[in-house]
């Protein structure tokens, strides 16, 4: 085989099966892949941020991180994208030029357990009384979610503009410290100090969220399309009792779902290697797109989903329906900036701490709007 290609992927239950499909294009192409790094988006991130100069050749990454990974992302021309939803491909645009490949759109829906829950709750408000109601001690929680970083800030991102609080309004400061971000970090704080969530979830990723519910330890989570699979086999707790639902509504009635795509991106070295554009057209292809949405993933290709839309049925087609609507009325998506991941980092904190108990309510919300104003004005 050839020098090896250099990657760096990201790495969890909702991605390494596609990474096992790698080898396929080693023995058809002769070109060998080295993964040299794999990990969860925090520590990808962190890792690619700490190197003088990034040796990889194509990298997993995200829409909302790609801006502030311009210094080493080449953008991506002469790619068929034809079948990809021309709304999608604009996440991955900065600029007006192509920093990305999509690999799915990733939105939440409510995940909640039928043997215990009749009808999923329709507002925030009632999500946290029916948390409460369906938490049984020790071990079996009403809600689980995740409680730091990327996780977190989303729900908090939620869970403000619901309560018409803006997180991203036009100054880009914070419109938080009013009823609405109170309401908020209210909802975390109610279902964290109630016991209606695992104590452990101000340490909990994405992952941890998921096992918890596949193990039948919680009643609901708030989760992603990729997991679904794995809840469906058969070690599965919850296989034949779960379904899933729109995401709660806030006080203001409005339904805000936190998304964006994943993609796989070359870097400028990699752009000058026809090798690492064949993987990068692997990686996308609509083979590898219908295997990841056989496990749940939403796909970006149009033949892809239209595939997954005819052949659904029962519980699948309400799912995709569902998904759906979502992407139609729901989606809330973080801005193109290059500071983002500062952004998230002093929101995430800042609502742990209060949701912890370990800062007030009021002062958070202030700390929130002082450290981000800082951030923002730094960037000017």
């Not at 999500?127 to 908090?156: I, N």
């Not at 880009?172 to 704080?189: D, K, Q, S, T, Y």
């Not at 929101?347 to 370990?358: H, I, Q, Y």
Request: net charge negative.
């Amino acid at each position: 085989m050839s020098v090896p290609l250099r990657v760096a992927l990201i790495s969890g239950g909702m991605y390494d099966g596609l990474y096992v499909r790698i080898a396929e294009f080693e023995r058809a192409t002769g070109i060998a892949v080295a993964i040299d790094f794999a990990g969860n988006h925090p520590e990808l991130n962190a890792h690619l941020a700490g190197l003088e100069r990034v040796p990889y050749d194509l990298v997993s990454t995200h829409t909302k991180y790609a801006p502030s990974q311009q210094r080493f992302l080449a953008p991506i021309t002469g790619f068929d994208t034809a079948d990809f939803f021309p709304s999608l491909l604009a996440m991955a645009e900065i600029g007006g030029a192509l920093y990305g490949i999509p690999r799915n759109i990733d939105l939440r829906l409510l995940h909640y357990r039928t043997d215990l829950i009749a009808t999923p709750p329709g507002t925030w408000d009632d999500l946290v009384e029916l948390a409460k109601r369906t938490t049984r001690a020790p071990g079996h929680y009403g809600f689980a979610f995740t409680g730091m970083e990327s996780g977190l800030f989303g729900t908090f991102f939620e869970l403000a503009e619901c309560a018409g609080a803006r997180i991203f309004p036009p100054s880009l400061i914070p419109e938080v410290n009013h009823e609405g971000g109170r309401w908020a970090l209210g909802v975390l704080r109610e279902l964290y100090a109630s016991g209606a969530a695992p104590p452990e979830v101000a340490g909990w990723h994405y992952d941890d969220v998921h096992r918890c519910f596949r193990a039948g330890h919680a009643a609901m989570v708030s989760d992603w399309p990729g997991y679904y699979g794995s809840y469906r086999e058969s070690s599965s707790a919850v296989r034949d009792c779960f379904r899933v639902a729109r995401m709660p509504a806030g006080p203001a009635g409005r339904v805000c779902c936190y998304a964006g795509c994943h993609t796989f991106a070359l870097t400028h070295g990699g752009a000058e290697k026809e090798a690492a554009r064949d993987l990068l057209r692997f990686l996308t292809a609509p083979e590898q797109q219908a295997m990841e949405a056989e496990r749940g993933s939403v796909p970006v290709r149009r033949t892809v989903m239209a595939a997954q839309q005819g052949a659904a049925r029962g519980e699948q087609a309400e799912r995709l329906a569902l998904l759906g609507n979502s992407i139609e009325n729901d989606l809330i998506i973080p801005p193109k900036l290059a500071y983002y991941p500062r952004i998230e980092d002093i929101l995430w904190r800042n609502v742990r701490s209060a949701m912890t108990g370990e800062t007030p309510i009021a002062e958070a919300l202030v700390e929130i709007e002082r450290r981000i104003g800082e951030c923002v004005a730094h960037a000017a």
